[in-house]
């Protein structure tokens, strides 16, 4: 399961005898929803999907349908299927218009297919019905980042980092801000906050990246150590201590670790960029 996919699993209650509706069930249709419940939680998609459509087949017009759909969505998104999760989405809002959880989670599925635009649109909607949901702000927060929106994504990312303070994506997405603003010491400081709470090869390459920019080698060339005994197979963690080395007069050192860097799969781009800007 890729990160995104466990980001955009949120706690599924498709008890359905939860429901206000539950007495106007049929004993088929809990059966089949109950099914589909155990099999998303054993993460049987495919098994999951055909007991919630068959349960939608069996009680067309019954309001609870709003759940199961959504959660029909939320099955097909892990299927890589994100056109047809929008619109069990959309007919499950036809039902529960105020859904924060439905909004959101088609917003996620609108950000998979590059539709910012109405991934922007659901966000917006769900955190107008419900201002305090860490996941609608930690998604828009970034979004508003990647479309080069740096207040609206720094006030996202800070009220979130204090909704949820354990949110990695939080600290990370606000260094990031702080780098677009310049603020590389504050980038510092958040990243390594990122990296407590959930170190990554991509954490580590940031931070270094952003004490290099601040002429911090030493602390860069620790940075690196720790990362590469860490994830070894990373090779863009070898470019930036071939860089380092170029810093450093030592092209020797710098040619090593780029063969290396390019052995384990690093970006040839991000080579050229990094290894190219000693000669300007």
């Not at 069990?88 to 439905?102: E, F, G, H, K, W």
């Not at 590059?114 to 860490?134: C, T, V």
């Not at 990246?209 to 990373?234: G, N, Q, V, W």
């Not at 092209?251 to 063969?259: N, Q, S, V």
Request: proline fraction near 5%; charge should be negative; include cysteine.
């Amino acid at each position: 399961m890729t990160l995104l996919k466990l980001l955009l699993f949120l706690p599924i209650c498709l008890s359905v005898y939860n429901m206000s509706y539950a007495q106007a069930y049929t004993y088929s249709y809990i059966e089949r929803a109950d099914s589909a419940d155990r099999y998303i939680r054993q993460e049987r998609w495919e098994d999951a999907e055909r007991n919630l459509k068959a349960a939608l087949r069996l009680e067309p017009g019954n309001p609870g349908n709003a759940l199961l759909l959504s959660n029909l969505g939320f099955v097909q998104t892990q299927l890589d299927r994100p056109e047809e999760a929008i619109e069990s989405y959309t007919v499950s809002l036809s039902i529960a218009p105020r859904s924060a959880v439905v909004l959101s989670n088609r917003g996620m599925a609108y950000m998979q297919l590059g539709q910012n635009k109405e991934a922007l649109a659901d966000l917006d909607s769900s955190l107008a019905i419900d201002s305090m949901r860490p996941m609608p702000l930690r998604w828009r927060g970034l979004l508003r980042l990647e479309t080069g929106d740096v207040s609206g994504a720094r006030h996202d990312l800070t009220r979130l980092s204090t909704i949820d303070p354990k949110d990695p994506l939080a600290f990370e997405g606000l260094a990031r801000c702080d780098i677009a603003e310049g603020s590389l010491q504050k980038a510092i400081t958040h990243i390594e906050q990122a990296i407590t709470l959930a170190p990554s090869p991509e954490r580590y390459f940031l931070k270094a990246s952003a004490e290099m920019d601040t002429a911090l080698l030493p602390e860069a060339a620790e940075t690196l150590r720790t990362a590469i005994k860490e994830y070894p197979r990373y090779g863009n963690l070898y470019l930036l201590r071939a860089r380092l080395h170029q810093l450093n007069y030592r092209p020797t050192d710098a040619e090593i670790d780029r063969k290396t860097a390019m052995a384990n799969g690093a970006d040839p781009d991000m080579a050229t960029q990094l290894l190219e800007r000693k000669k300007q």
